[in-house]
């Protein structure tokens, strides 16, 4: 495709629910990051592959949060249990690798209610 | 960890006037600083970009500056349009383990008045 692409677009889950966003990078991509977006906020770092391999996982903010990218393309960030502090949007990210620019997709609105 | 703050958080100007952004970073072996511009609802998209080997950078009407030692660097943007409002971000990196993890200011929303 032609950019970073992400689904759902929008995801209310009640609490307590499990979720699983997915996030299809450009293709040919290596990097691979995953963000969380609070309301008026930044992004803040959750985790990274390169290719299949998670190499930091230190942003992730429980042991409810998990990633996963099996086959070093799409990726899929999965919430168990979510809790109303979870609400957010998630950004995924690809790059080429190195400092090349960093390339977002649109996002996954997740309401916890 | 690094850190990186940014101001102001609300920005307002009239249309043609000149708007800066201001961030300082925590990390001095942080090497990579982009500028990411996000509308409403939508994809932050990189504007510009600037790495530690250079103190400016200009594309058109947006330049970057980069102060190494004082650890800031600062986003302008000239002859300001109503298709610049938005909110702005500013990041910091530095290459470790082959790749660069973005630590974001917490934005500044941008309001250009015709």
């Known amino acids: 495709g032609a950019g970073v692409s992400q689904s759902p677009r929008y995801k209310v889950a009640k609490r307590g629910q499990d979720v699983a966003l997915r996030c299809d990078p450009i293709s040919g991509h290596v990097s691979l990051f995953w963000y969380q977006q609070a309301l008026g906020q930044g992004p803040e770092f959750l985790t990274y592959f390169q290719n299949e391999a998670q190499l930091d996982k230190s942003g992730l903010p429980s042991d409810r949060f998990f990633a996963e990218r099996p086959e070093g393309s799409v990726s899929t960030l999965k919430i168990q249990r979510t809790q109303q502090e979870d609400s957010a949007v998630y950004l995924c990210a690809s790059s080429g690798g190195g400092t090349t620019e960093a390339f977002f997709g649109q996002g996954t609105r997740l309401t916890v209610v | 960890g690094e850190n990186v703050e940014q101001h102001p958080s609300t920005l307002s100007v009239q249309e043609g006037d000149s708007a800066v952004i201001k961030c300082t970073y925590s990390d001095s072996a942080s090497n990579y600083f982009p500028w990411y511009k996000q509308e409403l609802g939508k994809r932050p998209q990189l504007i510009i970009d600037?790495?530690?080997?250079?103190g400016e950078k200009k594309d058109q009407r947006i330049a970057v500056t980069l102060n190494k030692t004082a650890k800031h660097f600062s986003l302008h943007i000239t002859e300001t349009q109503p298709e610049d409002s938005a909110v702005y971000f500013c990041?910091?990196?530095?290459?470790?383990?082959?790749?660069?993890?973005?630590?974001f200011g917490a934005g500044t929303r941008l309001a250009v008045h015709p």
């Open positions: 600037i790495r530690s080997n250079v």
């Open positions: 990041a910091a990196s530095k290459m470790s383990g082959g790749y660069n993890k973005l630590i």
